[in-house]
């Protein structure tokens, strides 16, 4: 009952949680309905950058923040559940949103291309597979954050930080293609952080069977050691309330 | 645990226990002392008052004890677990200063909430619910989003959370924010039926008057230190007692009086530190014995509010 409890409250426990859904599905049926061109779009891409990449902060943006600037947390904290059913039940409320919302938006976007015939749904189902995955690894990033930092600053922080290293990327590759720094920038990134470039080679089929389950389980593998970080986090935090 | 070990294992077991809080991680910023060596054993079925000025270390004491934070040093148990267990949890609930839940659930969902995570049955939860709702007099508000709650409403509530699944020791940090004088008696009640079911439960309030009709037992916390703790610190029972006597006929000293402190003397009477009324007959005895003659004797005792005062007193002196 415990996990059920928790795993609902990360979809109720905001209104705009359900705000976000909606509007995800509603940008992709519009974009559908614009006047640009969008046939040479690769549906799939598009799922995984926006639902798999983005959509994981707006979901998780103070899940754990909230709690301790409101003082909440000093609540749930006394109950009698350990600290790492407390933050997996949670990751679990996400990850099982995420897969839903994923599914939907696979859905509804076959569904617009079998009716207007606009871009590629090539691979649509493993996109959909990656999507979740790296969904899931940008969910246990910024919920880990979220242990630490307070209110909704761990999505703010995650974006900012993403773009930041995307301006590093995009100078370094354009000025030092072939620099030491550069490689070894890219490889950090591809084995630290969320494996957005190993995931969608799933994708784009740049992979056989077995490259891709290597893929696949390096993300499962770095999600869970995001995870343990964020467990351990919050078994070591303290939840002070206001002072005598 | 068997019910031999229960009935010796103290509820709550502090030893040497201290907090400081800042240093390094406060970005070098000069750390705060808030508890220092405080020890103290409780045992079942006892309603503790714990006072103190602003800044004693009451919340950090409570907090300890919950499980909040850690002690930087020194041991906390509760019912025999070590704080912040599991077990430990199981056996407490805790009500904060100022309560907060998710302001779009009702108040009965915020208790199917929290009974869900306190391990109540399933079948049991929403039964359960009720009952404590019924109980701090919010069922007509049971649909209704806690967003719109009052304070008092949700200290209210907060206590009926705190008291799913029946916990042995209940902490209370200032419980009566808020309340209105009903609720204020319904807590004492709540709080009266709870001692006589054996649960121990322990107080933080600046509503000294509130207090005193519940316990006759307080831990004085006084920057971050215990000044008083136990029964002896009961201060309506504790007082002076002030005799006058017919002038020239004995001469008092403290040594007749022993172990009772002499406050004050003079020709006309004097006045003596005793535990209590059942005190009185002794002291008399040995006045009259030593040939004094006795005209009057009054029992003055210190209301919890004039100790509180004297203790702070002593302790800035």
Redesign the interface.
Same mark, same amino acid.
């Given at each position: 009952m415990a996990a059920y409890a928790l795993i609902i409250e990360t979809c109720l426990r905001k209104a705009s949680i359900r705000i976000v859904h909606v509007s995800w599905f509603a940008i992709y049926a519009l974009i559908f309905l614009f006047p640009f061109e969008p046939e040479m779009w690769q549906w799939g891409a598009f799922l995984f950058g926006w639902s798999g990449c983005l959509l994981p902060l707006l979901l998780s943006e103070g899940i754990f923040g909230d709690d301790i600037a409101s003082g909440r947390i000093r609540l749930l904290a006394t109950k009698p559940i350990r600290p790492m059913q407390f933050y997996l039940y949670r990751f679990l409320g996400l990850s099982l949103q995420g897969a839903i919302h994923i599914s939907a938006a696979a859905a509804l976007i076959f569904a617009l291309h079998g009716l207007t015939g606009r871009g590629s749904v090539d691979r649509l189902g493993l996109w959909a597979v990656a999507t979740w995955l790296v969904f899931n690894a940008w969910t246990a990033l910024s919920t880990s954050l979220s242990v630490v930092v307070k209110r909704a600053h761990n999505s703010m922080l995650l974006f900012a930080a993403t773009g930041m290293v995307l301006f590093m990327l995009s100078f370094l590759t354009s000025f030092f293609p072939n620099g030491v720094a550069t490689v070894l920038f890219l490889r950090v990134l591809r084995y630290t952080c969320p494996s957005v470039e190993l995931l969608s080679e799933i994708g784009l089929g740049r992979c056989r069977l077995a490259g891709g389950l290597g893929n696949a389980g390096y993300s499962l593998m770095l999600t869970a050691v995001y995870c343990a970080i964020g467990v351990v986090l919050l078994s070591k935090r303290e939840f002070k309330g206001a002072t005598d | 645990m068997s019910d031999s070990e229960k009935e010796t294992v103290p509820v709550i077991e502090c030893r040497d226990v201290t907090k400081v809080?800042g240093g390094l991680k406060m970005g070098g910023a000069t750390p705060v002392r /808030?508890l220092g060596n405080v020890s103290l054993q409780v045992g079942g079925g006892t309603i503790i008052g714990l006072i103190?000025p602003?800044? /004693?270390?009451?919340?950090?004491f409570l907090?300890l004890i %919950?499980?909040?934070?850690?002690p930087t040093e020194g041991l906390i148990r509760v019912c025999g677990h070590p704080a912040r267990s599991?077990?430990a949890?199981?056996k $407490?609930?805790?009500v904060?200063?100022?309560? !907060?839940? $998710?302001s779009?659930?009702s108040a009965r969902a915020v208790m199917?909430?929290? %009974? %869900? $995570?306190?391990? !109540?049955p399933?079948r049991e939860?929403g039964d359960e619910a009720d009952r404590l709702l019924a109980q701090v007099r919010l069922s007509e508000y049971a649909h209704r989003a806690v967003g719109g709650f009052s304070q008092g409403m949700k200290q209210r509530l %907060?206590l009926a959370?705190a008291l799913l699944g029946d916990p042995e020791l209940l902490l209370l940090?200032e419980p009566s924010n808020g309340l209105d004088p009903i609720g204020v008696i319904e807590l004492r009640r709540v709080l009266s039926e709870l001692r006589e079911s054996g649960a121990t439960i322990i107080i933080s309030s600046h509503r000294l008057g509130e207090l005193e009709r519940l316990t006759s037992e307080y831990v004085f916390l006084h920057r971050g230190r215990i000044v008083k703790f136990g029964g002896e610190a009961a201060p309506q029972q504790a007082g002076r007692l002030r005799i006058d006597l017919l002038p020239g006929r004995c001469s008092v000293t403290q040594e007749l009086l022993d172990p009772y402190g002499l406050l004050e003397v003079s020709e006309s009477g004097l006045v003596v530190s005793v535990g209590g009324i059942e005190d009185a007959p002794v002291v008399v005895g040995r006045l009259v014995n030593a040939g004094a003659a006795i005209t009057g004797v009054a029992l003055e005792t210190q209301d919890i509010e004039e100790t509180f005062v004297r203790l702070c007193q002593e302790r800035a002196s």
């Open positions: - | 809080y /808030a103190g602003n800044g /004693a270390g009451k919340t950090t907090s %919950a499980g909040l934070i850690f599991v077990d949890r199981r $407490l609930g805790y904060p200063e100022s309560p !907060v839940f $998710l779009r659930y199917r909430h929290h %009974a %869900a $995570l306190r391990g !109540v399933r939860i %907060a959370v940090d």
